[in-house]
């Protein structure tokens, strides 16, 4: 029989002379945010961006143009808590409309929304979810940042199909931020 003392030494040291496992996170060095050319890219930048900065992680903003339609708006929309400070009505007037134009105006105001020079910025054409995934591993990202839309009654049974898919088929941690507009109770 042996003793409480020798017990608890064997434990803490390890069985048979194992040293013990100690856990160590690794660091985060490159974090991607993905965005939508929507009001709720505000919430996920700023989560991401908080993220980012308590990790003291590089950031990559980055925007996937899939319809050249959605960036078509009669009206400029509310980005970055600033009503109209993505103002899209000079490039729309322009014979030649160009989506391309739009969203690096859109990241290059998102940065300089988050205050952080250091921010780089990426503009890519294709599928959202591979598009994603393709870069996130381009830029070897320790993990990816992204919102997720409810669909009504879909919401329960999935994110969505651009979150569902990322989720799917990568081996990079995701960081989901719901977007959804909280109800006033």
Not at 28 to 53: H, R, W
Not at 108 to 137: F, V
Not at 155 to 174: A, D, F, H, R, W
Request: glycine residues 6%.
């Amino acid at each position: 029989m042996i003793t409480r003392k020798t017990f608890l030494k064997r434990f803490f040291r390890g069985i048979e002379g194992r040293t013990r496992t100690i856990y160590q996170h690794e660091k985060m060095k490159k974090i991607l945010i993905a965005l939508d050319y929507d009001p709720s890219a505000q919430k996920v930048a700023e989560t991401g961006f908080s993220f980012a900065k308590t990790m003291k992680s590089a950031i990559t903003l980055m925007h996937v143009l899939v319809n050249p339609q959605d960036y078509k708006l009669t009206e400029p929309i509310k980005v970055m808590g600033f009503a109209g400070h993505l103002d899209t009505s000079k490039v729309m007037q322009e014979e030649t409309f160009n989506p391309e134009k739009v969203g690096i105006q859109f990241l290059d105001k998102s940065k300089l929304y988050l205050g952080d020079n250091s921010i780089e910025t990426l503009i890519k054409e294709g599928d959202c979810a591979e598009t994603i995934l393709k870069e996130a591993t381009r830029i070897s990202a320790d993990i990816i940042v992204m919102g997720s839309h409810s669909r009504k009654w879909f919401e329960n049974t999935t994110m969505g199909s651009v979150t569902e898919k990322v989720l799917q088929n990568t081996t990079i941690p995701v960081l989901i931020i719901p977007t959804k507009k909280q109800s006033k109770s």
